[in-house]
């Protein structure tokens, strides 16, 4: 059993955190005040493979394994959790389907201009209204044939990247019987008349990250725009969650790892009846449980990417990854704004930011209790 990276690993995780110390850190607080894109930092990421992570490289992507790909999404959520957000998303929940279900042609069609950054990014719809765990049951949007044609109408929310993407993968259901064979996906560019993006959401915490309610009125994409096999869309988004889960937990290690070194350099400044106070055992205690917890989180994370590239189920491992390291996250994230103090509750210092990114990462991709309700059937054998 070996707990190393490999040296092509170890060489990757050092451009990536090079490049994010150079050209993402810098700008987070700034990202996260002004609610701007950093495109200037992510029209960068192309040459680096950090748009198109496990595209393989007939398409113009990375090619890159499963850990590499969580070591790149940690990196970004040690420099800033918004750019991380947008850039997990891109790569996990939109390139991830169409590699994984795409035809040739949507293939050489889309994944080129996407994973090499000559485009706009890409991203998943899923949520709705009333539809956030409950997809099966909770799905209203609605796709029907017409011709040879595709009419979508309905409307979604919590839409990462809808307003920076050429390409939204759309979940819909396209057999009003319902049943899990109802739903599938479709390919729909970002720019097609009837699609209506909403203002972005005004949220706690990754402001850096548009969020977007989306209308489609009567969109219309051609037939050959199904991903995959009609009525599996189910099957698809759930297997699409997984992939996306190891990408949130290791975006929840880079979020705790930035908090921990904040609070490790504040420990060591701060003074406190005459001695610094990293020398009080009640800080001491609690960065012993940062490190600790977040070594951990690391490598269920990088388990659960490990089984993923082997091609073996990774379900439960993926649900254990997330739930531990973003709940971890939370809690050395909390703690860094402890060690702080007074400090730690004001802009000025980084850990509030990074504790505000950090409390979406316990809901997004599915709760900690849905989480909880995946180990447990698991384990249940349910």
């Known amino acids: 059993m070996d707990f190393s990276l490999n040296e092509e690993q170890r060489q990757f995780r050092d451009v990536v955190h090079n490049f994010v110390a150079r050209e ?10 002004t609610g701007e894109f950093n495109w200037p930092a992510v029209r ?4 680096l493979g950090l748009l198109g992570l ?34 997990s998303a891109h790569n996990g929940l939109a390139l991830g389907p169409i590699v994984r279900y795409g035809s040739e042609e949507q293939k050489q069609r ?7 950054g000559e485009g706009k990014l890409a991203c998943l719809s899923l949520t709705e209204p009333g539809a956030g765990s409950d997809l099966q049951g909770g799905v209203t949007t609605r796709a029907v044939r017409e011709g040879d044609s595709w009419i979508i109408d309905g409307n979604k929310m919590w839409m990462t990247n809808a307003s920076v993407s050429d390409l939204m993968v759309v979940l819909c259901r396209t057999d009003p019987a319902g049943g899990s064979r109802s739903l599938s996906m479709l390919l729909v560019p970002s720019d097609t008349p009837g699609i209506t993006i909403g203002p972005a959401e005004k949220k706690m915490g990754l402001n850096g990250s548009p969020t977007h309610a989306v209308n489609f009125d009567e969109v219309r994409v051609p037939q050959e725009n199904l991903l995959g096999e009609e009525g599996r869309g189910l099957q698809q988004t759930l297997a699409t969650l997984d992939s996306g889960r190891v990408g949130i937990g290791a975006l929840a290690v880079g979020l705790a790892q930035a908090a921990y070194e904040e609070a490790v350099r504040y420990a060591k400044e701060r003074r406190a009846f005459g001695e610094s106070i990293a020398h009080f055992q009640a800080i001491q205690w609690m960065l012993a449980d940062a490190a600790t917890e977040i070594d951990a989180a690391r490598l269920m994370v990088y388990r659960a990417a490990w ?18 390291a973003t709940e971890v996250s939370e809690r050395v994230c909390r ?3 402890q060690i702080h103090g007074g400090y730690g509750y004001s802009r000025e210092f980084p850990v509030e930011r990074i504790y505000r990114d ?23 054998g349910l």
């Open 44 to 47: 960068k990421m192309g040459p």
């Open 110 to 116: 889309w994944l080129p201009p996407l994973a090499t």
């Open 54 to 87: 496990e595209v393989p490289e007939e398409y113009g992507g990375a090619g890159m394994d499963a850990i590499s790909a969580a070591i790149a999404i940690e990196e970004l959520g040690w420099g800033c959790g918004s750019t991380a957000l947008a850039i």
């Open 335 to 337: 703690n860094a704004i």
């Open 24 to 33: 993402v850190k810098p700008h987070a607080a700034e990202v996260d005040e």
């Open 307 to 324: 089984l993923k590239g082997r091609g073996e189920r990774y379900t439960k491992e993926a649900a254990m990854a997330k739930l531990f």
């Open 358 to 380: 950090t409390r979406l990462m316990t809901i997004g991709e599915g709760t900690s209790e849905i989480q909880r309700l995946v180990i447990a059937r698991f384990l249940l």
